[in-house]
C-alpha cells in the first residue's frame, strides 16, 4: 500500500470490523416497547397510513421514512481507483457513502450492491425498488454504462437520480474554477481548457462548464489516445463525439499550449513540468487523479510560482472532494420534494460553493488551521468540508433552484425557518473535533506513549504517527517493542523508543522528582526507583522538563494509580480543577458530562468550578453551553440533603457572574426535554434543552457514561482529563488503538494549546 496514504491495512480493517462489523445499523425511531406500541407500530394501527397512501402516494413522504431516505447503490464496476471488483466487494465504499449522507446532512442511506453488469438488468432491479426512496446515488459504475444507467432511470422514475462520479466531482470542480478564473482575471467564456480523461467524471465537467458558459469550441478533450477532435474515430463512442472540436493538436502536450485551465481526471503523472511550462500565464490546474494526481503541486510549483492548483487530496490545498456536494445537494433536493436533480440544481451548488470560498472564514473553521489563515485567495478557492455554513447554503441553493425550475413539490414557504432547520440538523461537536485534529495536522507534537510494549498502544502509536499527528515516543524495552513491531508486520521507524532504565537522561529526570517530593516522604532512593521502574512517572517526566509535548497512558493500570503517577510529577494548572470531561456523541447532538474522573462527591464551590470548565469546553468545541446540574430532585422537589450540595452550587455560580446558560438542580429527564422543561418549569433559565450535564458525584457520572457506551446509546469520547499543568490524558483500562489514536491527538491539541497561549 502506498505510503502516502498514512493508512495501514491493519488500522482500515481493525477499523471496519471493530465492534459490530460495518459502518451504520437501523435503528427504531418510534417506541416499540409495550404491546400497544407494536398495535400501533404494525397490525393493525399501520393499516391506516397504509389506506392513506393508497388514496395519496404522497402520503408516503408524510408517514414513512421515504422523504429522507437515499439508495446508494452500485454493481461494482468501477470500484474507487480499484477497477472492476464486483458488487459485494464495493460494498464498504457504499456502506462509507451512506455514513457520510448521515454524518454531512442528516440523511438516512441504505447501500445495495447490484451484482450484474446488464444494463437493463441493473435499470429494471433499480426501478422496482424506486418506490421504497426520496432519492438514487450511484456510485462506482464504470463508463459508458454509467451514463446510460442514469438517463434511464430518470426517466422512468420520479425521484432524484444522481452519479456521484459524474456529477459531484464537476460540481466541486466547477465551484473552484469558477474563483481561479476569477483570481486570475479570466472569464469563463473566454477561458480555453484542456480535460484530460474521458470518463464518467470527465464529460460532466465538460457539460457542467458549458452549461455554464463556456463555449463549446474552447474546450479540448483527451482521452488515452489522445486529443478528440472532429473526424476522430478509434475509440470514441457518442459521448465522447459530443465534445470533439477542430484543432491540430493530437497530443495532451499540444494541446495544453496556451491553455488557461486543465482539469485531470486521468492518472498520475501524467502532466509534466515541460507541459505546464507552455502553458498561458497564471495557469489553472486541477489534478485531481487519485491517489496520486497527474502531477504534484511541488512540480508544478517548480515551473509556475504563478500557478492555481487543486487536487483530490487532503494534504494539499484547495482539496476536490465530493463531501462538499452529493449530502447537501440531497438534503435540498429532498426537502422540496425534487422531481430530479436538474441542471440548474447543479449549477446552483457551484455557484453557492464558488461564493461561500469568498466570504470570511468563521472563527471555529479559521482556528484549525494554525499558521495558515484560510482566506480567499490561490491556495483558498474551495471551502472547507467541516464549513458549518455548508449544512445551510448548499441546501437552500439546491431547493431554490427546483423551486424556479418547476420541479419541486413540496416548495418552501419559509426561507428563514428553513435555515435554521437546516442548521439544527447537524451537531457542530464532530466538525470541531475534526478541525482539532487537522490543526495538529499543520503542527504535528511529539507525543509519549507511557504503555510503550503493549500491543494496542504501539498499534496506536503507528497510526498516531501515519495520520500526521506528530512523533511518538514509545517507553519500554527496545527488544520488547520490536519483537512486537514484527509480530504485527509493522516496519519499526515510525516511533522513538526509550527505556526509562537505560535513559541517559534519568539522573535529570531523578533531581527533578526528588525536588518536588522530598518533603513528601520519598527519600531519593524512592525517586530514582519511580523513574527507573514507573513508566507512567518517566514519561511525565519528559512532558514536565519539556522533552516532550504531551503523554498518553492507562490501558495497563486503574485510573486512580495512574492519576496518582502523574500528580506525583505535574500540578494542576493554575487556576484550574482537574476533572474528567466525557462528550457523548448521539445522532444528531452531543453532551458533554462532567466530571467524570477525578472528584468523588464534589463541594457546591467544586461544582461550581466544573460546570465553569466544562462550559468553556463546550464552547471551544464550537457549541454554546446550556449547563444543568443535575440531581434526583427537581428544584427543591423532592427536598433531600443531597440535593442542597447542587442547588448550593448555582448560588456560587450566580455570585460568580459567569457568562453561560446554567440552572438546577434538575433531574436528567428535565434537563433534556426542552419541552417538558417549559411546561413545568418555566422559570428554568435555559433557553434549550441541555447540553452540559454536571452530575452530582463521580460514581453517577462514571455509570452513565459507561452505560451509554455499552448500550451503544451514543459514541462516547473520552473521558478526557482536563486541567492539568501538562497535556496528559489517561485512557480506560480497555481502550482500544483507536480510542488511545484519539486521547494522544487532543493531548497533542492541547500542547498546542498551551503553546499558542
Given at each position: 500500500?502506498?505510503?502516502?496514504?498514512?493508512?495501514?491495512?491493519?488500522?482500515?480493517?481493525?477499523?471496519?470490523?471493530?465492534?459490530?462489523?460495518?459502518?451504520?445499523?437501523?435503528?427504531?425511531?418510534?417506541?416499540?416497547?409495550?404491546?400497544?406500541?407494536?398495535?400501533?407500530?404494525?397490525?393493525?394501527?399501520?393499516?391506516?397510513?397504509?389506506?392513506?397512501?393508497?388514496?395519496?402516494?404522497?402520503?408516503?413522504?408524510?408517514?414513512?421514512?421515504?422523504?429522507?431516505?437515499?439508495?446508494?447503490?452500485?454493481?461494482?464496476?468501477?470500484?474507487?481507483?480499484?477497477?472492476?471488483?464486483?458488487?459485494?466487494?464495493?460494498?464498504?465504499?457504499?456502506?462509507?457513502?451512506?455514513?457520510?449522507?448521515?454524518?454531512?446532512?442528516?440523511?438516512?442511506?441504505?447501500?445495495?450492491?447490484?451484482?450484474?453488469?446488464?444494463?437493463?438488468?441493473?435499470?429494471?432491479?433499480?426501478?422496482?425498488?424506486?418506490?421504497?426512496?426520496?432519492?438514487?446515488?450511484?456510485?462506482?459504475?464504470?463508463?459508458?454504462?454509467?451514463?446510460?444507467?442514469?438517463?434511464?432511470?430518470?426517466?422512468?422514475?420520479?425521484?432524484?437520480?444522481?452519479?456521484?462520479?459524474?456529477?459531484?466531482?464537476?460540481?466541486?470542480?466547477?465551484?473552484?474554477?469558477?474563483?481561479?478564473?476569477?483570481?486570475?482575471?479570466?472569464?469563463?467564456?473566454?477561458?480555453?481548457?484542456?480535460?484530460?480523461?474521458?470518463?464518467?467524471?470527465?464529460?460532466?465537467?465538460?457539460?457542467?462548464?458549458?452549461?455554464?458558459?463556456?463555449?463549446?469550441?474552447?474546450?479540448?478533450?483527451?482521452?488515452?489516445?489522445?486529443?478528440?477532435?472532429?473526424?476522430?474515430?478509434?475509440?470514441?463512442?457518442?459521448?465522447?463525439?459530443?465534445?470533439?472540436?477542430?484543432?491540430?493538436?493530437?497530443?495532451?502536450?499540444?494541446?495544453?499550449?496556451?491553455?488557461?485551465?486543465?482539469?485531470?481526471?486521468?492518472?498520475?503523472?501524467?502532466?509534466?513540468?515541460?507541459?505546464?511550462?507552455?502553458?498561458?500565464?497564471?495557469?489553472?490546474?486541477?489534478?485531481?487523479?487519485?491517489?496520486?494526481?497527474?502531477?504534484?503541486?511541488?512540480?508544478?510549483?517548480?515551473?509556475?510560482?504563478?500557478?492555481?492548483?487543486?487536487?483530490?487530496?487532503?494534504?494539499?490545498?484547495?482539496?476536490?472532494?465530493?463531501?462538499?456536494?452529493?449530502?447537501?445537494?440531497?438534503?435540498?433536493?429532498?426537502?422540496?420534494?425534487?422531481?430530479?436533480?436538474?441542471?440548474?440544481?447543479?449549477?446552483?451548488?457551484?455557484?453557492?460553493?464558488?461564493?461561500?470560498?469568498?466570504?470570511?472564514?468563521?472563527?471555529?473553521?479559521?482556528?484549525?488551521?494554525?499558521?495558515?489563515?484560510?482566506?480567499?485567495?490561490?491556495?483558498?478557492?474551495?471551502?472547507?468540508?467541516?464549513?458549518?455554513?455548508?449544512?445551510?447554503?448548499?441546501?437552500?441553493?439546491?431547493?431554490?433552484?427546483?423551486?424556479?425550475?418547476?420541479?419541486?413539490?413540496?416548495?418552501?414557504?419559509?426561507?428563514?425557518?428553513?435555515?435554521?432547520?437546516?442548521?439544527?440538523?447537524?451537531?457542530?461537536?464532530?466538525?470541531?473535533?475534526?478541525?482539532?485534529?487537522?490543526?495538529?495536522?499543520?503542527?504535528?507534537?511529539?507525543?509519549?506513549?507511557?504503555?510503550?510494549?503493549?500491543?494496542?498502544?504501539?498499534?496506536?502509536?503507528?497510526?498516531?504517527?501515519?495520520?500526521?499527528?506528530?512523533?511518538?515516543?514509545?517507553?519500554?524495552?527496545?527488544?520488547?517493542?520490536?519483537?512486537?513491531?514484527?509480530?504485527?508486520?509493522?516496519?519499526?521507524?515510525?516511533?522513538?523508543?526509550?527505556?526509562?532504565?537505560?535513559?541517559?537522561?534519568?539522573?535529570?529526570?531523578?533531581?527533578?522528582?526528588?525536588?518536588?517530593?522530598?518533603?513528601?516522604?520519598?527519600?531519593?532512593?524512592?525517586?530514582?526507583?519511580?523513574?527507573?521502574?514507573?513508566?507512567?512517572?518517566?514519561?511525565?517526566?519528559?512532558?514536565?522538563?519539556?522533552?516532550?509535548?504531551?503523554?498518553?497512558?492507562?490501558?495497563?493500570?486503574?485510573?486512580?494509580?495512574?492519576?496518582?503517577?502523574?500528580?506525583?510529577?505535574?500540578?494542576?494548572?493554575?487556576?484550574?480543577?482537574?476533572?474528567?470531561?466525557?462528550?457523548?456523541?448521539?445522532?444528531?447532538?452531543?453532551?458533554?458530562?462532567?466530571?467524570?474522573?477525578?472528584?468523588?462527591?464534589?463541594?457546591?464551590?467544586?461544582?461550581?468550578?466544573?460546570?465553569?470548565?466544562?462550559?468553556?469546553?463546550?464552547?471551544?468545541?464550537?457549541?454554546?453551553?446550556?449547563?444543568?446540574?443535575?440531581?434526583?430532585?427537581?428544584?427543591?422537589?423532592?427536598?433531600?440533603?443531597?440535593?442542597?450540595?447542587?442547588?448550593?452550587?448555582?448560588?456560587?455560580?450566580?455570585?460568580?457572574?459567569?457568562?453561560?446558560?446554567?440552572?438546577?438542580?434538575?433531574?436528567?429527564?428535565?434537563?433534556?426535554?426542552?419541552?417538558?422543561?417549559?411546561?413545568?418549569?418555566?422559570?428554568?433559565?435555559?433557553?434549550?434543552?441541555?447540553?452540559?450535564?454536571?452530575?452530582?458525584a463521580l460514581h453517577s457520572a462514571s455509570i452513565v457514561t459507561n452505560m451509554i457506551a455499552e448500550l451503544g446509546a451514543g459514541t462516547v469520547i473520552g473521558p478526557l482529563l482536563i486541567g492539568l499543568s501538562k497535556p496528559a490524558q489517561i485512557v480506560p483500562l480497555a481502550a482500544t488503538a483507536h480510542e488511545i489514536v484519539t486521547a494522544a491527538a487532543l493531548a497533542a491539541y492541547d500542547a498546542l494549546a498551551d503553546?499558542?497561549?
Amino acid at each position: 500500500m502506498d505510503k502516502r496514504r498514512r493508512i495501514t491495512e491493519a488500522e482500515a480493517l481493525e477499523f471496519h470490523s471493530m465492534g459490530r462489523p460495518g459502518k451504520w445499523e437501523v435503528r427504531p425511531t418510534k417506541p416499540v416497547t409495550t404491546q400497544r406500541d407494536l398495535s400501533l407500530a404494525y397490525s393493525p394501527g399501520v393499516a391506516v397510513p397504509c389506506e392513506k397512501i393508497h388514496e395519496d402516494p404522497s402520503k408516503a413522504y408524510d408517514y414513512t421514512i421515504k422523504g429522507n431516505l437515499v439508495a446508494v447503490i452500485s454493481n461494482g464496476t468501477a470500484v474507487l481507483g480499484l477497477g472492476n471488483l464486483g458488487a459485494l466487494a464495493s460494498k464498504p465504499v457504499m456502506e462509507g457513502k451512506a455514513v457520510l449522507f448521515k454524518r454531512f446532512a442528516d440523511i438516512d442511506s441504505i447501500d445495495l450492491e447490484v451484482s450484474t453488469e446488464d444494463v437493463d438488468e441493473f435499470v429494471n432491479c433499480v426501478r422496482f425498488l424506486g418506490p421504497t426512496f426520496g432519492g438514487i446515488n450511484l456510485e462506482d459504475i464504470k463508463a459508458p454504462e454509467c451514463f446510460i444507467i442514469e438517463e434511464r432511470l430518470k426517466e422512468l422514475l420520479d425521484i432524484p437520480v444522481f452519479h456521484d462520479d459524474q456529477h459531484g466531482t464537476a460540481i466541486i470542480a466547477a465551484a473552484g474554477m469558477m474563483n481561479a478564473l476569477h483570481l486570475t482575471g479570466r472569464d469563463l467564456k473566454t477561458a480555453k481548457m484542456v480535460v484530460n480523461g474521458a470518463g464518467a467524471a470527465g464529460i460532466a465537467c465538460v457539460e457542467l462548464l458549458k452549461a455554464m458558459g463556456m463555449p463549446h469550441e474552447n474546450v479540448v478533450l483527451c482521452d488515452t489516445q489522445g486529443v478528440i477532435f472532429q473526424g476522430r474515430t478509434k475509440g470514441m463512442n457518442q459521448w465522447k463525439s459530443a465534445h470533439a472540436v477542430r484543432t491540430p493538436a493530437r497530443t495532451l502536450a499540444e494541446a495544453l499550449k496556451g491553455a488557461d485551465v486543465f482539469f485531470g481526471l486521468s492518472v498520475k503523472g501524467a502532466v509534466t513540468p515541460e507541459m505546464v511550462k507552455e502553458m498561458a500565464g497564471r495557469p489553472i490546474i486541477f489534478a485531481m487523479a487519485n491517489p496520486d494526481p497527474e502531477i504534484t503541486p511541488e512540480e508544478v510549483k517548480s515551473v509556475r510560482d504563478d500557478a492555481i492548483v487543486a487536487t483530490g487530496r487532503s494534504d494539499y490545498p484547495n482539496q476536490v472532494n465530493n463531501v462538499l456536494g452529493f449530502p447537501f445537494i440531497f438534503r435540498g433536493a429532498l426537502d422540496v420534494r425534487a422531481k430530479t436533480i436538474n441542471m440548474e440544481m447543479k449549477i446552483a451548488a457551484a455557484e453557492a460553493l464558488a461564493a461561500l470560498a469568498r466570504e470570511d472564514v468563521p472563527d471555529e473553521v479559521d482556528r484549525a488551521y494554525a499558521g495558515r489563515r484560510l482566506r480567499y485567495g490561490p491556495e483558498y478557492i474551495i471551502p472547507a468540508p467541516f464549513d458549518p455554513r455548508l449544512i445551510v447554503e448548499i441546501p437552500k441553493a439546491v431547493a431554490l433552484a427546483a423551486m424556479r425550475t418547476k420541479v419541486a413539490r413540496k416548495p418552501l414557504e419559509d426561507i428563514p425557518a428553513y435555515e435554521q432547520a437546516l442548521r439544527a440538523r447537524l451537531d457542530p461537536t464532530s466538525g470541531s473535533l475534526q478541525r482539532i485534529l487537522d490543526k495538529v495536522k499543520k503542527n504535528p507534537r511529539r507525543v509519549v506513549f507511557a504503555e510503550g510494549e503493549e500491543e494496542r498502544t504501539i498499534r496506536a502509536a503507528q497510526a498516531f504517527h501515519n495520520a500526521g499527528y506528530g512523533t511518538p515516543v514509545l517507553i519500554g524495552r527496545a527488544d520488547c517493542i520490536h519483537e512486537i513491531m514484527g509480530f504485527l508486520g509493522l516496519a519499526d521507524d515510525f516511533a522513538e523508543i526509550m527505556n526509562a532504565s537505560m535513559a541517559s537522561h534519568r539522573e535529570r529526570y531523578t533531581e527533578f522528582l526528588y525536588n518536588r517530593l522530598q518533603r513528601q516522604g520519598h527519600l531519593y532512593r524512592d525517586c530514582v526507583r519511580m523513574v527507573n521502574q514507573n513508566r507512567n512517572v518517566f514519561a511525565a517526566c519528559m512532558v514536565a522538563m519539556g522533552e516532550a509535548d504531551a503523554l498518553v497512558t492507562g490501558t495497563t493500570r486503574n485510573f486512580s494509580r495512574t492519576y496518582d503517577d502523574l500528580l506525583r510529577t505535574l500540578d494542576p494548572k493554575p487556576g484550574w480543577r482537574p476533572m474528567g470531561l466525557s462528550v457523548i456523541v448521539a445522532q444528531t447532538r452531543s453532551y458533554f458530562i462532567a466530571d467524570t474522573l477525578v472528584t468523588e462527591v464534589p463541594t457546591p464551590e467544586e461544582l461550581a468550578d466544573i460546570a465553569t470548565q466544562a462550559a468553556a469546553q463546550c464552547r471551544a468545541l464550537g457549541q454554546e453551553p446550556r449547563v444543568a446540574l443535575l440531581s434526583y430532585s427537581n428544584f427543591g422537589d423532592p427536598e433531600r440533603e443531597r440535593a442542597v450540595r447542587v442547588r448550593e452550587a448555582i448560588k456560587v455560580l450566580d455570585k460568580r457572574r459567569v457568562d453561560f446558560e446554567y440552572d438546577g438542580e434538575m433531574q436528567a429527564q428535565i434537563a433534556l426535554n426542552y419541552e417538558r422543561m417549559r411546561e413545568i418549569y418555566p422559570f428554568c433559565r435555559l433557553s434549550g434543552p441541555a447540553n452540559v450535564l454536571v452530575m452530582p458525584a463521580l460514581h453517577s457520572a462514571s455509570i452513565v457514561t459507561n452505560m451509554i457506551a455499552e448500550l451503544g446509546a451514543g459514541t462516547v469520547i473520552g473521558p478526557l482529563l482536563i486541567g492539568l499543568s501538562k497535556p496528559a490524558q489517561i485512557v480506560p483500562l480497555a481502550a482500544t488503538a483507536h480510542e488511545i489514536v484519539t486521547a494522544a491527538a487532543l493531548a497533542a491539541y492541547d500542547a498546542l494549546a498551551d503553546q499558542l497561549i
